[in-house]
T-cell receptor, first 116, second 117 residues
Framework: AQSVTQPDIHITVSEGASLELRCNYSYGATPYLFWYVQSPGQGLQLLLKYFSGDTLVQGIKGFEAEFKRSQSSFNLRKPSVHWSDAAEYFCAVGAGPNFGNEKLTFGTGTRLTIIP | DGGITQSPKYLFRKEGQNVTLSCEQNLNHDAMYWYRQDPGQGLRLIYYSQIVNDFQKGDIAEGYSVSREKKESFPLTVTSAQKNPTAFYLC????????????????FGPGTRLTVL
C-alpha cells in the first residue's frame, strides 16, 4: 500500500527566507505526486503535480518541487516566502499510472508560519 | 464558473442523530470523494465513487454512508454509528486519470465543519 510521510509538523520561517518542505513516499511503481495548500477553514488547492518527465516541477505561487526516485522524496521549495504563504501544506501520492485509478493518499501535513 | 459546492459550511448535530452533508459539482467529473480531516491526521478517505450508481469504501467508512444517483451529486450521511463524528469534511472530484493527461488532479470543495453537541 502507498504511504506518505511529512516529517515536519510545523515550520516557522521569516518573510523573504527560503523554504523547503519535506515529503517522502512509499510506492512500488512510478507514483503520481502532488502538493496541495490549505488556508484555515478552506478546501485544498493544488500547487503542483508530477507524473513523469522532468523531475523538477514548477507550480503556482512561485513553488517548485523535485522528484528524487532514489530518495523516494518530493520536497517542495520556494526561494522567498511571503506572509500570504502561511497555510498548511499536504503532500499526496496516487497509485499511477494505473488506468483510471484516482485514489490519493495524503500526508499528515506541515503547518507553515511566517514571521515578519 | 465550474466548481464544487458543499453545504452547509457549519453543521451542528445532537448525539444520536443522522446528518447528511451535501456535495455538488458542475465540472462534469466522473469520480467523487469524501475525506475527513482531523488536526494532525491529514485527510483520510471515507468513500469514493468512480461512476454513477457505484461507490467503494475508503479507509474509514464505518459509520458513514453515501449515494451516487447523479453524476453531479455525492451526499455523505454521518450516521449515529459514527463514534466520533466531529471533524472537517471535504468533498473532491476528478476526471479519470490517464497517463498522458495534464488534468490529473482532485479538485476540492470548501468543506463542511460538523460539530456534535
Amino acid at each position: 500500500a502507498q504511504s506518505v510521510t511529512q516529517p515536519d509538523i510545523h515550520i516557522t520561517v521569516s518573510e523573504g527566507a527560503s523554504l523547503e518542505l519535506r515529503c517522502n513516499y512509499s510506492y512500488g511503481a512510478t507514483p503520481y505526486l502532488f502538493w496541495y495548500v490549505q488556508s484555515p477553514g478552506q478546501g485544498l488547492q493544488l500547487l503542483l503535480k508530477y507524473f513523469s518527465g522532468d523531475t523538477l516541477v514548477q507550480g503556482i505561487k512561485g513553488f517548485e518541487a523535485e522528484f528524487k526516485r532514489s530518495q523516494s522524496s518530493f520536497n517542495l521549495r520556494k526561494p522567498s516566502v511571503h506572509w500570504s504563504d502561511a497555510a498548511e501544506y499536504f503532500c499526496a501520492v496516487g497509485a499511477g499510472p494505473n488506468f483510471g485509478n484516482e485514489k490519493l493518499t495524503f500526508g499528515t501535513g506541515t503547518r507553515l508560519t511566517i514571521i515578519p | 464558473d465550474g466548481g464544487i459546492t458543499q453545504s452547509p459550511k457549519y453543521l451542528f448535530r445532537k448525539e444520536g442523530q443522522n446528518v447528511t452533508l451535501s456535495c455538488e459539482q458542475n465540472l462534469n467529473h466522473d469520480a467523487m470523494y469524501w475525506y475527513r480531516q482531523d488536526p494532525g491526521q491529514g485527510l483520510r478517505l471515507i468513500y469514493y465513487s468512480q461512476i454513477v450508481n457505484d461507490f467503494q469504501k475508503g479507509d474509514i467508512a464505518e459509520g458513514y454512508s453515501v449515494s451516487r444517483e447523479k453524476k453531479e451529486s455525492f451526499p455523505l450521511t454521518v450516521t449515529s454509528a459514527q463514534k466520533n463524528p466531529t471533524a472537517f469534511y471535504l468533498c473532491a472530484s476528478s476526471p479519470p486519470f490517464f497517463r498522458e493527461s495534464s488534468n490529473n488532479e482532485q479538485f476540492f470543495g470548501p468543506g463542511t465543519r460538523l460539530t456534535v453537541l
